[in-house]
Nanobody
Framework: QVQLIESGGGLVHPGGALNLSCVAS????????MGWFRQAPGKQRALVAR????????NYSDSVGGRFTMTRDVAKNTVYLQMNDLGIENTDIYYC?????????WGQGAQVTVYT
């Protein structure tokens, strides 16, 4: 059974940083397109960053503007999302996603709250 477990969410002030982690079990992250999505209440999930399967190629939504970096540690079966210079607009629940063809898995989500 595939499981994705996020951690690293929390409360920060504007300009702060957080590093989200997503550990996979029951599968190897290398074979999946791994992504981070965000979701606000009542809205659809939106892609923040993605690493293409079997590569180290990462792509990002325009909104993160070079402030976020997604990386993958195959040995630890973990993906990360380093988020720098956070703003109030980055407050959301962040979800880890594994996707390939018609198969897809989600983590339980990590709350990120940026407050003044």
């Amino acid at each position: 059974q595939v499981q994705l477990i996020e951690s690293g969410g929390g409360l920060v002030h504007p300009g702060g940083a957080l590093n989200l982690s997503c550990v996979a079990s029951g599968t190897l992250i290398y074979i999946w397109d791994m992504g981070w999505f965000r979701q606000a209440p009542g809205k659809q999930r939106a892609l923040v960053a993605r690493i293409v399967r079997k590569t180290d190629d990462a792509n990002y939504s325009d909104s993160v503007g070079g402030r976020f970096t997604m990386t993958r540690d195959v040995a630890k079966n973990t993906v990360y999302l380093q988020m720098n210079d956070l703003g109030i607009e980055n407050t959301d629940i962040y979800y880890c996603n594994a996707n390939y063809l018609s198969a897809e898995h989600w983590g339980q989500g990590a709350q990120v709250t940026v407050y003044t």
